[in-house]
T-cell receptor, first 116, second 111 residues
Framework: DQQVKQNSPSLSVQEGRISILNCDYT??????FLWYKKYPAEGPTFLIS???IKDKNEDGRFTVFLNKSAKHLSLHIVPSQPGDSAVYFC????WGSGGSNYKLTFGKGTLLTVNP | NAGVTQTPKFRVLKTGQSMTLLCAQD?????MYWYRQDPGMGLRLIHY???????AKGEVPDGYNVSRLKKQNFLLGLESAAPSQTSVYFC??????????FGNGTRLTVT
């Protein structure tokens, strides 16, 4: 049973445009959500996070939106740059005694390609 | 500051052989994790540790064992490798409430 779903395996956008990556979750206990970015032959790196008490978090060109009623979050990248081309993983956790990043559950990832 | 270092980077095993993957971190992190990444499957948690001398099972622990004898090291063992264990293995470490720091992975092929 997949608890974190990224239904789009790939996304292609033009440089300068907005990239929107989507993620759905089924476990209502999840209360902390993260996005990781992965380049080939490297490990994932943390990008941005949001707790369930917020509906939006922004960091430069990256914004994450959370819709708890729909169990849906999205990552917006504006403007998109060729260097943003990577696999993006959505992840979730239950922020309990182990902390916000305890035993993350990851989605399958979305390959973003930004064309010059 | 090397962060999280995984050894080896690549390995080819024959079915039934054993090996140990080493993860070392120099950030004094309490928590360490082993994930595997397979095409179309994302990252799945194998085992994890919340401190020196402690380990616990994750989502897909069968066929693997782990040890955390020193705080900075987390070892993943395959006692009898199977083709289904062909994967890319990632180690990660963190403090509580801090983002995971990942190593660059070990690509394992079992023939």
């Amino acid at each position: 049973d997949q608890q974190v779903k990224q239904n789009s395996p790939s996304l292609s956008v033009q440089e300068g445009r907005i990239s929107i990556l989507n993620c759905d979750y089924t476990n209502s206990m999840f209360d902390y959500f993260l996005w990781y970015k992965k380049y080939p032959a490297e490990g994932p790196t943390f990008l941005i996070s949001i707790s369930s008490i917020k509906d939006k978090n922004e960091d430069g060109r990256f914004t994450v939106f959370l819709n708890k009623s729909a169990k849906h979050l999205s990552l917006h990248i504006v403007p998109s740059q060729p260097g943003d081309s990577a696999v993006y993983f959505c992840a979730a956790s239950v922020w309990g005694s182990g902390g916000s990043n305890y035993k993350l559950t990851f989605g399958k990832g979305t390959l973003l390609t930004v064309n010059p | 500051n090397a962060g999280v270092t995984q050894t080896p980077k690549f390995r080819v095993l024959k079915t039934g052989q054993s090996m140990t993957l080493l993860c070392a971190q120099d950030m004094n992190h309490e928590y360490m994790y082993w994930y595997r990444q397979d095409p179309g499957m994302g990252l799945r948690l194998i085992h994890y540790s919340v401190g020196e001398g402690t380990t616990a099972k994750g989502e897909v622990p069968d066929g693997y064992n782990v040890s955390r004898l020193k705080k900075q090291n987390f070892l993943l063992g395959l006692e009898s490798a199977a083709p289904s264990q062909t994967s890319v293995y990632f180690c990660a470490s963190t403090h509580r409430d801090s983002p995971l720091h990942f190593g660059n992975g070990t690509r394992l092929t079992v023939t």
